[in-house]
């Protein structure tokens, strides 16, 4: 489904990623940790076309399109979601209508029939419903004044809504307090369907016993240094990242 | 793209509203003396003392100079070199709507306000103004069996005499200022609105203004007079064609609020703003005020600015009565080469008055947008409050917010508040809506949007909606 090869990548004057190669194969988690600075939000950037970067070798893939080459908006559009390790303020913007906006925009554009108000209502009371959040938050400007833990519980509530088929999670763990971690990772878990794709980036083992991952990816100074199964991340929890090489930042 | 860049692409979107409609008018030779002055009140068959008015107040007109204190910028206008008055063809007044040249109903229908449609859906009252005459005055009879009088002010003039001398100038006044004394010399028309005592104004009250007739200076009157308990909420909004020259718009605006009256002002303005180099725009010179002249009344401006090549505009309350409010809640938008020198005064005079002004400005391209807000807390007004709230957002960096707050506090019991921001749309926000699937024009328009939440919900339900679409068309072209 995603398929990245030798990806070097520019912030400025400097390389960040240097060479990455990730295969991602439809209805797989794939876990991405690696030392504080490392390039784990770069890639994730990177993969949903956000400005600043320029990608100065190798190539992405997402099924069998040219990534690289399409505005953020036409790559959510072919599925691709991003939960913000740090997710945006939106002042006086309604978080309904937002979502509403933001789906129907995807609908259209994949040439399906926008949906209505009451049947947007709907979805979003039987998403509200898997994913425990305050119903008051839709009411609210999206991410204003929400703590730190509701933002992002608030991305995994638009990456229901939105069901994309590669979702890419910054360290959403990040944050959370243990009852809302474990309530992402049902989320996430509801998500998981044989046509859907997972990239977690995370610092925690802790994550990863509620969502299990098919693999696991260190990444160090901007490759991919080590994969496995999911005994890496315990392995790593154990052991840092020292004995891989790849102390740099940690 | 950057949020500067993308913005900017959309920015530069053309004017849609521009044309300009073929009617046969009759119009005075540019030019202005008492002999105009004269003329105009003869062509309307007004009463003596509305001549001596106009004469009054164009002899004080010649004694003044052209205001320069505005952080606006343009070129001398040769007010010898504008016609002052113009009325289209045929005003017997129609009957109904079939009566009505069809290219003026061509007109509206380009800009998306079909007359019919507006009767019959939303029961709003249409007054509209067709360069200087009345041409179409709708719903009277459910108005009148309330005993609410809403007619061209010309009308006015001839039906309820009494009510107009009584009234007019009496907010403001000939002597006021420079563009008000030669509205008051050559006004052209407008509208009076009259709410009776206890009275709840049974619909939204509607005015579509136009300016239409090449070269002719617009003169707007307008009267709103709510009498002790009454209610009226009163809509204006405004497109008007492309053109080569500047025209000149000076319009006056008073309201009066008695005992424990309320009156809604909202209005929504898109003139043209000139090309990109700024050619050709509307000067919007208007002075508007309303006076809380009962205990416990209420006046409250709520304005969406887009349009013009020059706005110079304060809406303001005088709060004589005691415990009255005064609100002003206000989103204006400057691009390509447009300046606003916009904002309010409150004049707190009576004990226990409130006010509440929000202003929100929004500049892009080259725009240059000034809000300029006095606040005056005579010694007399025990206990007044003000709470202002005044908000930039700058969308690439040629543009210009300025903000001068002029506060006069005479009563120590008095308490203020004031808050500013200047923010710009950040590439963050740009970019999490665009990794959500929206467009970056759509992505922009909801951003803006949101900024002026707060001022959009003061306006009527269906002239929101209005505003919204009009913001989005005015920075984005192809949206809307
Ligand atoms: N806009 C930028 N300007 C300059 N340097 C940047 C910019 N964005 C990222 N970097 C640098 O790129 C490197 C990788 O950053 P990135 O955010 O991808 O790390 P990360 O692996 O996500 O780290 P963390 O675990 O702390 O979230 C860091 O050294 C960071 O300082
Ligand atoms: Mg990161």
Redesign the interface.
Known sequence: MLSIKGLKANVGDKEILKGLDLEIGRGEVHAIMGPNGSGKSTLAHVL?????YTVTGGSVTFEGQDLLDL???A???LGL??A?QY????????NTY?LK???N??RK?RGEPELDAVSFLRLMKEKLKVLHLDDSLLKR?VNFGFSGGEKKRNEIF?MAI?EPKLAILDETDSGLDIDALRIVADGVNALRSPERSVILVTHYQRLLDYIQPDYVHVLAKGQIIRSGGKELALELEDKGYGWLGAEEAA | MSASTAVEAIVESEYEHGFITEIESDTFLPGLDEGVVRAISARKGEPEFLLEYRLKAFRHWQTLATPKWAHVYYPEIDYQAISYFSAPKSTDGPKSLDEIDPALRETYNKLGIPIEEQMALSGIAVDAVFDSVSVATTFRTKLAEAGVIFCAISEAVHDYPDLIKQHLGSVVPHTDNFYAALNAAVFSDGTFVYVPKGVRCPMELSTYFRINARNTGQFERTLIVAEAGSHVSYLEGCTAPMRDENQLHAAVVELIAMDDAEIKYSTVQNWYPGDAQGRGGIYNFVTKRGDCRGARSKISWTQVETGSAITWKYPSCLLRGDDSVGEFYSVAVTKGRQQADTGTKMIHLGRNTRSTIVSKGISAGEGQQTYRGLVRIAAKAQGARNHTQCDSLLIGDRCGAHTFPYIEVKNPSAQMEHEATTSKISDDQLFYCRSRGLTTEDSVSMIVNGFCKQVFNQLPMEFAVEAQKLLSISLEGAVG
């Open positions: 949903s076309g956000r400005e600043g505005e953020p908006e790559r959510a559009h979601f991003l913000f997710p945006v303020e939106l002042p006086g913007v309604n937002f906006a933001a789906l925009a995807i554009a400007p638009q939105l």
